[in-house]
Each structure stands twice: as structure tokens, then as C-alpha cells.
T-cell receptor, first 112, second 110 residues
Framework: DSGVTQTPKHLITATGQRVTLRCSPR?????VYWYQQSLDQGLQFLIQ???????AKGNILERFSAQQFPDLHSELNLSSLELGDSALYFC???????????FGPGTRLLVL | EDKVVQSPLSLVVHEGDTVTLNCSYE??????LLWYKQEKKAPTFLFML????IEKKSGRLSSILDKKELFSILNITATQTGDSAVYLC??????????FGPGTRLSVLP
């Protein structure tokens, strides 16, 4: 158990819908990272926050957005969902930037 | 476009064998290379390599980075069935952008 929690564990929804994935970092970790892992694309970095501020952006679609709240938990919002958004979404946290990241168990999203 | 390539994509060995996994990268403003092990679910961190030629070791695992030739290797000696997993490498640039390779699936047979 890495200490990073993600909810929900599984999510099934329909195309065109919007969902919110939640991540609670390890106690004391200031940095949160979001990743998407699908069979065809592998693991892809989406976005990073540090102490509430966006610090790095990867292959995140415009339909996706994220934020980190004052209590350091983070949410990833996925809207206008498409079939291709079906994937495992991981959150990871680290104490500060450029330090070891600890991954959460992931949220499996299925878009029907 | 930044990319990371891993080879082989899949590897089957017997317990006790030694394996070498390869990772080559093309990452603009490269800062470091990360290795992860992914079993059933979330990746777990193995190594972060920033400097060339300095071997990092953790038990039977070791890794080294060559920044001139833009590659890294991960060695596992005396493999065990518990080493069966997908091994991912990722290049990180100074903008904190991560580019992952496709992974090497290692299967260790008893």
C-alpha cells in the first residue's frame, strides 16, 4: 500500500458524459501527478500539480482538466467522454518535485 | 517528438537467469530517466538516473545511464518468479514532462 488513495475504483459511464476522479496523496506529499494507461497508448503523463499550482502538462486533452485543492487532494475531470477514454487512470504523489513518486491503485474507467 | 523505446518487448526466462532490459530515449531537455516495475496494478518506483556512468543498485537489480548514447539498461541477476512484471522506463525533461516507453514484459518460469 503506497498511501495514495484513489476513488472510485471502477467507473462505467456512457459516451458524452462527464466524470470526476479523486486522488488523496500520501500524508505530507505536496506534488500530485495524473497518468492514463490504455492498452494501445501505454502509460501517458497527463498533468502535475505542486502545492495547488499546475507545474507540468503532458498529453492531456482539452476535454480533461484537473485541480489540486488546499488540502492537497486532487481531482481529474473528464468531460464529453469518448470510447477511447476508457483506460486506467493513475494518480501518484511525491514529497516535492523531482522525488520518488508513489502510485495509487488507479481508477478503471469504462466508457460505453 | 519525444519518444522512449524499450527492448525487448517481451522476455521469457527461467529462474536463476540474468536479464538485461534496454531503454533508449529521445527527450528534449532531458533531465533524468526512471525505471518502474508494474505487476498487476500500479507501477512501483525502482530507480532514478540522472548522471551518466553511475550504477545504481538495489539487491539483485541494477541500472546505469549513458547520456552520450541516450540509453539505459536495467539488469536483474538470479531472477525469481516474483520478478515477473512489466518494466517501464520513462524519460523526464526539465519541464517535468514524463515520456514512457511501451514496457518490457518479463516472465520468469520456475
Amino acid at each position: 500500500d503506497s498511501g495514495v488513495t484513489q476513488t472510485p475504483k471502477h467507473l462505467i459511464t456512457a459516451t458524452g458524459q462527464r466524470v470526476t476522479l479523486r486522488c488523496s496523496p500520501r500524508s505530507g506529499d505536496l506534488s500530485v501527478y495524473w497518468y492514463q494507461q490504455s492498452l494501445d497508448q501505454g502509460l501517458q503523463f497527463l498533468i502535475q500539480y505542486y502545492n495547488g499550482e499546475e507545474r507540468a502538462k503532458g498529453n492531456i486533452l482539452e476535454r480533461f482538466s484537473a485541480q489540486q485543492f488546499p488540502d492537497l487532494h486532487s481531482e481529474l475531470n473528464l468531460s464529453s467522454l469518448e470510447l477511447g477514454d476508457s483506460a486506467l487512470y493513475f494518480c501518484a504523489s511525491s514529497r516535492h518535485q523531482r522525488e520518488t513518486q508513489y502510485f495509487g491503485p488507479g481508477t478503471r474507467l469504462l466508457v460505453l | 517528438e519525444d519518444k522512449v523505446v524499450q527492448s525487448p518487448l517481451s522476455l521469457v526466462v527461467h529462474e536463476g537467469d540474468t536479464v538485461t532490459l534496454n531503454c533508449s530515449y529521445e527527450v528534449t531537455n532531458f533531465r533524468s530517466l526512471l525505471w518502474y516495475k508494474q505487476e498487476k496494478k500500479a507501477p512501483t518506483f525502482l530507480f532514478m538516473l540522472t548522471s551518466s556512468g553511475i550504477e545504481k543498485k538495489s539487491g539483485r537489480l541494477s541500472s546505469i545511464l549513458d547520456k552520450k548514447e541516450l540509453f539505459s539498461i536495467l539488469n536483474i541477476t538470479a531472477t525469481q518468479t516474483g520478478d515477473s512484471a512489466v518494466y517501464l522506463c520513462a524519460g523526464v525533461n526539465y519541464g517535468q514532462n514524463f515520456v514512457f516507453g511501451p514496457g518490457t514484459r518479463l516472465s520468469v518460469l520456475p
